[in-house]
């Protein structure tokens, strides 16, 4: 029924710059958090931004002042500025979004496909 598209991913050298869009499609009443999760290789996956419905941010703190979550409420869609990028930050991102598609529902969790993000030189 609900449907997170990702975009903007790809392989950039160190200290290099990606924005990774998401878009929300489909029966949709309400979005509240919106956040974007990385999994690397044998690790887990984790948290790495996160912001409210009224704009309150969250970030991991390894990608503290590099990093940089928004949202645009009217486009169903959120963000992901990457600045500075590092190895380390080599993953799959996942959108996820808490997406209330029913009046009498509340808000569930959906995730997107993920978008590979490779910092190489």
């Known amino acids: 029924q609900v449907q997170l598209v990702e975009s903007g991913g790809g392989l950039v050298q160190p200290g290099g710059s990606l924005r990774l869009s998401c878009a929300a499609s489909g029966s949709i009443v309400s979005i509240n958090g919106m956040g974007w999760f990385r999994q690397a290789p044998g690790k887990q996956r984790e948290l790495v931004a996160a912001i409210s419905s009224g704009g309150s941010t969250n970030y991991a703190d390894s990608v503290k002042g590099r990093f940089t979550i928004s949202r645009d409420n009217a486009k169903n869609s959120v963000y992901l500025q990457m600045n500075s990028l590092k190895p380390e930050d080599t993953a799959v991102f996942y959108c996820?979004?808490?997406?209330?598609?029913?009046?009498?529902?509340?808000?569930?969790?959906?995730w997107g496909q993920g978008t590979q993000v490779t910092v190489s030189s």
């Open positions: 996820n979004a808490e997406i209330k598609t029913g009046r009498g529902t509340p808000h569930y969790s959906y």
